[in-house]
C-alpha cells in the first residue's frame, strides 16, 4: 500500500499529470475563421468568390502613369495642388474619411440613408458587406503587388493628412484599395436602396478623392479603384451565395429604415454635401 501511495504521488507531480492537468483546464481551439464565425451572427471570414471567378484585375486595369506622360504629369499636380488644402473644411472631411473597412464606410453612408445604422441590429448587412470586402481586398492586392508602384509622399516631405510611417510609405498605391471598397459598397448600397443610388455613387466619389486630398494616393489610383469595383461587384452578382446574403440584407435594412433611427450629424452632411459639389483641383 505504501508503494501505491508512493507511485500515485510521483505521477501527480510529473511532468505528464501538469500537461494533462492544463489541457482540461484551457478551452477548446477557436474555429477557423474562414470555416465559421467566431460569434453567433458574425460574418465568416471567408469571400464569396473563389480564385476561378475573382475577376483578373491586373489583366483589366491598365498600367499605371510612368515615364513623362501626360498622365503622370496630370496625377503630379493634383497632388502639388491639393497639399493647399490643408486646414480646410476638404481637408478635414479627408481626415475622417482614412477610415476604411464595412463599418466605417456603412456610417459614411448615413447621411444618404437618412439614418445611422445600428450595426448590431443588421447582422446580414454587416455579413454581406464583410464578406464582399476579402473579395475587394483580393482584387486589389495582385494589381499593387504587381506594379508596386509608390505613394505620392514618398520621397518629398509635402503635408500629408495622417501620421507617416515606414509600413505606409511601404504600402503600394495603385489602385486604392479605399476607392476600391467605396465604389463596390456604393453599387451593394444601391442595390439595396436603388432609390438612392445616385447619392451612393456621388458620396462614394468624393470618398475616393479624399485620398488624393490625403496626398495618398494619385489620382490614376482612384480611378483604377473604381474600374477595378465594377469588376468585383459584376463577378459577385453571378455568385449565388452573395444574391441570397443581399436579399437578406434589402430586408433587414428595409425594416430598420422604416423603424427609424438615430438621425446623423447634420453639420457633417453639409460637409459632405459641399464636398460633392466643389472639385478638388
Same mark, same amino acid.
Given at each position: 500500500?505504501?508503494? #501505491?501511495?508512493?507511485?500515485?504521488?510521483? #505521477?501527480?507531480?510529473? *511532468?505528464? !499529470? %501538469?500537461?494533462?492537468?492544463?489541457? +482540461?483546464?484551457?478551452?477548446?481551439?477557436?474555429?477557423?475563421?474562414?470555416?465559421?464565425?467566431?460569434? *453567433?451572427?458574425?460574418? +465568416?471570414?471567408?469571400?464569396? #468568390?473563389?480564385?476561378?471567378?475573382?475577376?483578373?484585375?491586373?489583366?483589366?486595369?491598365?498600367?499605371?502613369?510612368?515615364?513623362?506622360? !501626360? %498622365?503622370?504629369?496630370?496625377?503630379?499636380? %493634383?497632388?502639388?495642388?491639393?497639399?493647399?488644402?490643408?486646414?480646410?473644411?476638404?481637408?478635414?472631411?479627408?481626415?475622417?474619411?482614412?477610415?476604411?473597412?464595412?463599418?466605417?464606410?456603412?456610417?459614411?453612408?448615413?447621411?444618404?440613408?437618412?439614418?445611422?445604422?445600428?450595426?448590431?441590429?443588421?447582422? !446580414?448587412?454587416?455579413?454581406?458587406?464583410?464578406?464582399?470586402?476579402?473579395?475587394?481586398?483580393?482584387?486589389?492586392?495582385?494589381?499593387?503587388?504587381?506594379?508596386?508602384?509608390?505613394?505620392?509622399?514618398?520621397? $518629398?516631405?509635402?503635408?500629408?493628412?495622417?501620421?507617416?510611417?515606414?509600413?505606409?510609405? $511601404?504600402?503600394?498605391?495603385?489602385?486604392?484599395?479605399?476607392?476600391?471598397?467605396?465604389?463596390?459598397?456604393?453599387?451593394?448600397?444601391?442595390?439595396?436602396?436603388?432609390?438612392?443610388?445616385?447619392?451612393?455613387?456621388?458620396? +462614394?466619389?468624393?470618398?475616393?478623392?479624399?485620398?488624393?486630398?490625403?496626398?495618398?494616393?494619385?489620382?490614376?489610383?482612384?480611378?483604377?479603384?473604381?474600374? +477595378?469595383?465594377?469588376?468585383?461587384?459584376?463577378?459577385?452578382?453571378?455568385?449565388?451565395?452573395?444574391?441570397?446574403?443581399?436579399?437578406?440584407?434589402?430586408?433587414?435594412?428595409?425594416?430598420?429604415?422604416? $423603424?427609424?433611427?438615430?438621425?446623423?450629424?447634420? !453639420?457633417?452632411?453639409?460637409?459632405?454635401? %459641399?464636398?460633392?459639389?466643389?472639385?478638388? #483641383?
Amino acid at each position: 500500500m505504501a508503494r #501505491l501511495t508512493l507511485v500515485l504521488t510521483f #505521477l501527480a507531480a510529473s *511532468p505528464l !499529470a %501538469a500537461v494533462a492537468q492544463d489541457a +482540461a483546464q484551457k478551452p477548446a481551439a477557436a474555429p477557423a475563421v474562414g470555416v465559421a464565425p467566431l460569434t *453567433p451572427g458574425k460574418p +465568416a471570414r471567408a469571400p464569396y #468568390l473563389t480564385d476561378a471567378q475573382a475577376p483578373d484585375t491586373v489583366a483589366i486595369l491598365s498600367p499605371p502613369p510612368r515615364g513623362q506622360s !501626360a %498622365a503622370e504629369a496630370a496625377d503630379k499636380a %493634383a497632388f502639388n495642388a491639393t497639399r493647399s488644402l490643408k486646414g480646410g473644411p476638404r481637408w478635414a472631411l479627408a481626415t475622417t474619411d482614412v477610415a476604411d473597412g464595412a463599418s466605417a464606410i456603412l456610417d459614411d453612408f448615413a447621411c444618404v440613408i437618412g439614418q445611422r445604422i445600428d450595426q448590431s441590429r443588421a447582422p !446580414a448587412l454587416m455579413t454581406l458587406l464583410e464578406r464582399a470586402r476579402l473579395d475587394i481586398a483580393r482584387a486589389t492586392r495582385a494589381p499593387k503587388l504587381h506594379y508596386r508602384r509608390l505613394r505620392p509622399f514618398v520621397g $518629398n516631405d509635402a503635408e500629408i493628412c495622417v501620421m507617416r510611417t515606414s509600413e505606409l510609405g $511601404n504600402a503600394f498605391s495603385f489602385p486604392s484599395s479605399h476607392a476600391t471598397q467605396a465604389w463596390t459598397y456604393a453599387a451593394i448600397m444601391a442595390a439595396l436602396m436603388p432609390e438612392k443610388a445616385t447619392q451612393f455613387f456621388v458620396r +462614394a466619389r468624393s470618398y475616393g478623392e479624399s485620398r488624393v486630398v490625403c496626398g495618398l494616393h494619385w489620382v490614376s489610383d482612384i480611378e483604377a479603384g473604381r474600374t +477595378a469595383a465594377s469588376a468585383v461587384y459584376a463577378a459577385l452578382q453571378g455568385d449565388s451565395a452573395f444574391r441570397a446574403d443581399l436579399e437578406k440584407a434589402r430586408a433587414e435594412l428595409g425594416k430598420l429604415v422604416t $423603424n427609424g433611427g438615430t438621425a446623423p450629424d447634420q !453639420a457633417v452632411c453639409a460637409r459632405e454635401e %459641399a464636398a460633392a459639389r466643389e472639385p478638388i #483641383l
